[in-house]
C-alpha cells in the first residue's frame, strides 16, 4: 500500500503508497499544521440515506467513517494542543460533547482530506490514515496516531445488494468509545513541550493514480518508541483499528 498525503519522507512499503495533500508548512499563533488548498465547503460528512437504522451500504459505511476521521482528527490536534484552545468550539456528536477547529484553513485543509479519503473508502482503495505529530524545533517525529482501514471488497462488487445487517447506533456507539479513548490519552502521552506541526497521511492501494495536489511521501516512523493498542470499530463493511505511537522519555 502506498501512503497518500497532503504532505514526504522514507521509503513505502511495496504493496502500498502513502500520500500526502501538497502545502507548505502554515502558522497559527505559536503552532502550525501543513495545510492544503481546498475548494469543497467545511463541516462533517452527512450519513447516507440509503443506509437504515438496522442496515449500512458500502456508501453509508464510508461516510460512516470519513465523518469519525474528521471529528477523530479534530479532536487530536485539540487534545494535544498542536493549536490554540480558542481555535476550536465544542459541539455535541456521537451523545458526547467534541471540539472542532474554527480556522479557516485547517477547516478547509481537513474538509479537503476527508472528502479524498471518502472517495477512497467507496472505492475500498485505502488502506490506513496516519496522524504525525512533528516538532518544528527539531523536525522530529514526536507521536503517531495510526488507524489501519480493512475495506470488505465484496461491498464494492455488490453494490445493488441489500444493505449489511448492523444498525447505525451500534456502530456510532463503538466509534464512541474509540473518541473516549483518544480523550483519555492525555493522562499517558508525554507532554509536548515544543511547538508542533501535524502531517495526515494516507496509504493507498499501489496501483492507484495519485490525485492532483498530493504527492507520495515516507511513513515517518518514530525512533525508540512505545504504543498503546486504542479500540477498533466495524461497520460490516470497514473496519478501523487503532494505535499511537510516541517517541519514549528515557528515564535519568
Known sequence: M?????GG?????PTSSALRLLLGCWFSKVRAGRSPVSNRGAGSCAVDMESTLTGITLKG???????????GINNILYQRGIYPPETFTRVTHYDM???VTTDPKLKNYLTNVVGQLKDWLVDCTVQKLVIVIISLETNEVLERW?????CDKTAKESRNSCPREKSIKAIQ?????????????VTFLPVLETDC????LIYTDKDMEVPEKW???????????EQVLLRSFDTAIHKVSSVVTFKRVDSV
Open 2 to 6: 502506498d501512503p497518500r498525503t497532503p
Open 9 to 13: 519522507g522514507a521509503t513505502s512499503p
Open 61 to 71: 459505511s464510508a461516510e460512516l467513517v470519513a465523518e469519525f476521521f474528521s471529528f
Open 97 to 99: 460533547p467534541l471540539y
Open 146 to 150: 495510526q488507524f489501519d482501514i480493512q
Open 173 to 185: 456507539k463503538e466509534i464512541q468509545i474509540i473518541i473516549r479513548q483518544i480523550t483519555a490519552t
Open 197 to 200: 506541526a501535524f502531517d495526515l
Open 215 to 225: 504527492e507520495e511521501s515516507g511513513p515517518q516512523l518514530i525512533a525508540k518508541s
